[in-house]
């Protein structure tokens, strides 16, 4: 008897069924999918040779307010520290997560309305392979003794959500209607491709996670499977490529380096096109530096009424003979110096000491994100937060031999973002589901400090029995720790982010790799 996953399956991948009744069923299924997996999120990644990346999504709350903090420490040896300031670094932004926009049959269809609907395509398509993905890791993970005899339906059923989810797009918001304007039908042009871009994508992540479980122990048991959906990925990455060939669209020439180029440029411009109309407008602004002006005048407050007391002090203090008057005038002219200078000092003292430590009682950077004008009339305030970066010198035990008192110095750089989200039922009743926060930060400061990429290493050649020497990476390790909380739910990201002298290598995920500490209070 077909399960309901095999009906479906077979439902959406028959060649007579199109349009909206392909995608009815696995909408519901991708549409459950995404909710169940809607909430607190943390990722840490190398975004390129320089910049190290952490995300953090968050709920968006359906009544309220809704608290969340951020904690990210990088720990670099003494040895490879270069000065630099952190806030110079730090790239930040905030975008709305999830399903943006529908374009119904009688909505009025506007430029930013199919834009919004391209995202929540693209949504989709991420949802399906994301599944996939997880039945290949599944299928990887599972010892000989488990049956998992559906993998063929299940990995079937994603790549024809991902194809049906491409059609769907298509019929909807492809085909232009009577009497549009030229830049809406340029529009329309623009989703087709860009839908046809993210097909590609996904069909090319899943051909790496059949890679993946073709390399686990388990793929001979698979190999039914693997072939199906090698097969099945093959047919629709040609159609696709048939398809933009047929409608002028850049595509991934191998034998032409310029063609695969333009085909990058084009893919990226595509991917910012679109997903600006996620993006939020920041207003930010250093704490230290908005109120230096009030800072300034109660400091020069304090020094002046310190120079004045002791003005006056001097004055009442009077020679009482004739022959001290020389003596006096000498003494009175050191202390009132002495009074102008430390009034000088004390200005300068205070302010410094005032803005190096306003973090600790406030924060150093406060940012708000708006909504843009054309989503919400009013800009509302979506995220605000409060920033902060704190430096520090800490002395660990020499990993050598940690018994032998002996240290080893590191430099900790500590970043502190404490936010709310604000409830606003415009964008939930519109599909989103939270907001997303994406940083990044510079490194390149460091790589000045490093050794150089490859060192010579000598070994003895196993058949002449010769010195010969072989050349081995030198690379250099950073701890990398980052925490999120937020409405009783905490993940943490222990990890080694590890660099040469020409960028960031990769990430290596600690043992404790994510956890999920569920908890009724946050600690």
Known sequence: MATPLLRASRALLAPSVTGPEVAEVPLALVEGEATSANGVALRVDVHDASRLEWIVAVPLPPEGKLSYTVDVQLEIPANVFAPHTAWAQLQSWARLDGPVGRVGPNDDVTIDGLRRAAIAFAHRLMVAHDG????????GALSANTPLDDLVDKLDLWLGVATATVCDARDQLVGAGA??????RRERALVDEYVSVRLLDTLAGAQRDLAWLKA????ARHARAIASAETRIADALAAEIEYRQEHDYAWADPSSPAALERYLDRASSLKKHFQEVLFLESDIYQVAERIHHWVAAFVALLASTWAFVWQIALLNHRPSTGSQVGSGIVLLATLAGVVYATKDRIKE???????????RFYA???????????RLPGRDVIVSARESFDQSVVSRPDPLNPASNATVLSTVIRYKHSGLVTAHSALRSSGVQGVKHIFRYDLSPLFARLDDTVKQVPVLDAVTRKVRFVDAPRCYRVPV??????AGTSREVDACLVLHKRGLDRIEMGPSRIQDLERGVVG
């Open 132 to 139: 996939f993905a997880r039945h290949c890791r599944l299928a």
């Open 179 to 184: 009497g549009e304007s030229a830049e809406l």
């Open 216 to 219: 686990s122990r388990h793929a």
């Open 349 to 359: 003292i205070g302010r410094s000491w005032i803005s190096g430590n306003v973090h």
């Open 364 to 374: 150093q950077r406060v940012a708000r994100w708006r909504a843009p004008v054309r």
């Open 481 to 486: 720790r980052a925490h999120v909380r937020c």
